[in-house]
């Protein structure tokens, strides 16, 4: 059984239950899926946003969560790499150096320094493109 999430032409949303996709479209041309709240039978398939999954549940011939994590900070340590390697450091002026370079103040190209977390919201209403640099801060464990 396949669970969708059904609109009608009136956007009443519902979910209905299916035996498959097949029978879903099926039954919706035959006209047996009635809203339940205007009884129209012009219903389709809802859009569903994407979502986190955050079951416990093992994934089948899968990664652990363990190991998940273990991905996920391998990645964000190579980022950080990429960056320390390619960007310019420019330390506690970031936000002041963003915002130049963003206006054509300073030359185009990418930094990485330290920023509060005002500092990043300032630059981000003002359209700086700002990321978080994941991984570990190298500089501040010496
Ligand atoms: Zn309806």
């Not at 652990?64 to 996920?72: F, I, L």
């Not at 990645?75 to 960007?87: A, G, I």
């Amino acid at each position: 059984m396949i669970k969708y999430r059904l609109i009608c032409e009136q956007d009443h949303e519902f979910d209905g239950w299916f035996a498959g996709s097949d029978a879903f479209d099926d039954q919706v041309s035959a006209g047996e899926i009635a809203c339940p709240y205007c009884e129209s039978t012009k219903v389709q398939k809802a859009l569903m946003a994407p979502s986190v999954v955050t079951s416990k549940r093992k994934t089948s011939g899968g990664t652990s969560p363990t190991e998940a994590v273990e991905q996920v900070q391998m990645f964000m340590s190579k980022v950080r790499e990429h960056v320390e390697t390619n960007f310019d450091y420019v330390g506690d002026q970031f936000a002041n150096e963003a915002r130049r370079i963003h206006y054509g103040e300073a030359d185009e190209r990418e930094i990485y320094g330290e920023a509060t977390l005002d500092e990043a919201k300032d630059l981000i209403e003002e359209g700086v493109s700002v990321a978080p640099l994941p991984g570990e801060d190298k500089s501040k464990a010496n």
